[in-house]
């Protein structure tokens, strides 16, 4: 399948039980919904789906049931986060074993590489994998930067062909697209600055409150790239409240209250998170009850072309 990296691609929220098991029945759940708002690929195992806390075996059974539920219509793309080049390594293996059409790569985790050692990371993983490669630049979350300059060492490498920008700086969009192109795809991975990026060019979004709003998330996404900017602010400035809740420490929460509100998920999380509590389960409530409340209804638009060959 050919990832052409463009659209609305959910980070999904890894499902669990009470007792911490994965609950695949919500999972598939989930990711139907997605389908069927017209999402154009999944993104797994990232920092909203716990990654760090799922087990090989756990990731190679999400990837698995994700390829089946969607039928291979859309891709499904696994997220590498690890400390060390060896476990980067054997993560993309597995990930490629498992069946999935690409992968997210974040830097080094836990260390502050340089910027020849995040290349030479980058690079390693590249060369050792026939998949396609979206590197995700995050440096307020993990406090490495991929700079402009860095991608013209990394895009030597072919199968390195996109980045899911999170720098918070919008001004990346522009600087990115003029330095490379098409040659370089852009995703924005930042909720609150998804219609502002998407206007000022970038491919797609790798999006968040996606998990609990599908419809609504897909509708910005179709009504921006058909020129719609008005229909499209309209429900973002409703969606805006929502889409802070991710960018918090606590996202992961924020977001399966969210998805419990919609009936898309369950508020299981995995030690050492906790459930919200208190003061700040309340102001999340808060949120997600007016959003519910105001949800407005959505104009009517084409879905673009799935993203496969």
């Known amino acids: 399948m050919e990832v052409k990296w463009e659209g609305v691609m959910p980070a999904i929220t890894t499902k669990f039980t009470k007792d911490d098991r994965l609950d695949m029945e919500l999972f598939n759940k989930n990711i139907l919904a997605q389908q069927e708002a017209g999402v154009h690929g999944i ?10 806390t799922l087990t090989d075996k756990e990731k190679e059974i999400l990837t698995k049931e994700t390829l089946l539920t969607v039928s291979r219509q859309i891709p499904v793309v696994m997220t590498i986060a690890e400390q060390s ?3 980067a390594l054997h993560a993309a293996q597995n990930a490629e074993k498992y069946g999935a059409n690409a992968l997210m790569v974040l830097p080094p985790m836990r260390y502050k590489a340089t910027d020849h050692e995040t290349i030479t990371y980058f690079k390693a993983i590249a060369q050792n994998s026939n998949l396609p490669i979206m590197i995700y630049n995050n440096p307020v979350d993990y406090k490495i930067e991929v700079t402009p300059e860095m991608f013209d060492s990394l895009l030597e490498m072919e199968n390195i062909q996109a980045v899911k920008e999170s720098s918070r700086d919008i001004i990346n969009i522009g600087r990115l697209r003029n330095k490379f192109g098409n040659r370089l795809k ?5 909720d609150p600055l998804a219609l502002e990026s998407l206007v000022l060019g970038a491919d797609g979004w790798v999006a968040g409150l ?14 921006a790239k058909s020129g719609r900017i008005q229909e499209a602010t309209k429900i973002y400035r409703w969606f805006l409240p929502l ?20 009936g898309l998920g369950s508020e299981y999380v995995r ?10 389960r309340n102001r999340v409530l808060g949120v997600i009850n007016e959003g519910l409340r105001t949800r407005p209804e959505l104009p009517k638009y084409e879905l ?3 993203m496969l060959h």
């Open 271 to 280: 030690l050492p998170r906790l459930q919200l509590v208190g003061q700040e």
């Open 210 to 223: 996606v998990c609990a709003f599908p419809r609504e998330t897909v509708a910005i996404y179709e009504l």
């Open 186 to 190: 852009i995703l924005t991975g930042v």
């Open 243 to 262: 889409l802070e809740l991710d960018i918090s420490p606590q996202l992961v929460q924020n977001i399966k209250l969210a998805e419990v509100a919609t």
């Open 304 to 306: 673009s072309a799935k």
């Open 43 to 52: 993104v797994l195992g990232g920092s909203l789906g716990e990654a760090s």
């Open 85 to 87: 080049t060896q476990m």
